[in-house]
């Protein structure tokens, strides 16, 4: 089965960008006409981007129309629909945004907490709490300034090949970009200002001080990061590994780990690991690299997250209670250097993923079809994916009836856009986040009826 995969992933990479735009009102752009920003965990941008056309498409794939909903967002990260159709959208630069009767308010929420924003950390996912229409509380997660955040200090030089420490320029001084993750509880009432907020979950993730080892990226990167409530009102938060490698296995940390928590913050009593010494009661789960997306499959009430791999071996996964997901110890990727992971793809004691890709795609956004809008999707997992030439588009993974990976269909790659983060509106259609600077949120219609 797993080479069935690879060889798919590497064909879907290779067909890509072949399919054409069907009776486009307005295409998109050449590329290069603009300028993308980093994407996956470590350092440097993508290739220019083209800048997204005012649309309507029909695309040639099973002749799915795309429209824009909004336009104007910085690095749209997290979606979550209101009970009257609204949506709240958030800017990883660090903005709460309102989406009304589809058009985009130009006030954004606040007040919002002091945001870490820079490289991959800002403003991250946003969702309700299950009972939303009776409490009104909304939860985002963001990346939280640590004591150092912004201290100019000294540091030895780096030694030759490294990389400078965190925040340090061309010559300059190092800064601390010490931060961590955490999960903010507000009341909205729905006009522009949010009330009663606090953190209700802070991670013990802080990483990026002056010193910090930088060596296999910046410690402003894989923050990871989505939230998802069970049926049962209990609250799932990945956490990446913030290009910190080794304290994904370090069970006394939160940093490469999915918590479960209740929904003020504390710990329920069920969890794994709960009152076992040196181990983080709020761990579900370890050994997680960047896990970008994260849903529950309406089914069965399955839990399930994307992760970002190094060099290849983007993975998606079936999360389960007290299970080791094995980075850095295993990998079906390379590091950036070269080398392979200590105990290679496999190795007894570690869960395997579902599926991968190889290449990899920079997978990120993860949802599962159940609506009625488009039957052809229903019960298979949707995908989205950010990088260059192997991503920038959504797949449609398929299963059989004993929960087994049995085909991949790439959509949307006509676009040339980054997707975020891919998820059904209550009204049965799919919506999708770019991630882009001049970024989108975007509605997926089924094919007219013949």
Known sequence: MK?????????????????????????????????????????????????????????????????VVTKGLDRPWGIAFLPDGDMLVTERPGRLRVIRKGVLDPTPLGPLPAIAAEGLGGMLDVTLHPNFAQNRLIYFAYSKPGPTWGQIGQAPAPAAGAAPAPGRGRGGPPRSVDATTAVYRARWDGGSTLADGKDVFVADAYHGAIGTNTSVGPATGSYGTRIVFDKDGTMFVSLGDRNNPPVAQDMNSHIGKIVRLKDDGTVPADNPFVGKPGIKPEIWTSGHRNPLGMYINPADGSLWATEQGPQGGDELNKIEKGKNYGWPTVSLGRNYDGTSAPRGFSAPGFEEPMVYWVPAIAISGLSWYSGEQFPFWRGRALVGGLRNNTGKHVQVVTFNPQGLPTGRELIFGELNQRIREVKPGPDGLVYLLTDETAGAVLKVEPPPAQ
């Open 3 to 67: 080479k069935q995969f690879i060889a798919a992933s590497c064909l879907a990479a290779a067909i890509v960008g072949s399919v054409a735009i069907g009776n486009a009102q307005n295409p998109p752009a050449p590329a290069g006409a603009a300028q993308g920003a980093p994407g996956g965990g470590r350092a440097g941008g993508p290739p220019p981007v083209p800048p997204l056309g005012d649309g309507p498409w029909t695309l040639t794939n099973r002749r799915l129309r795309v429209s």
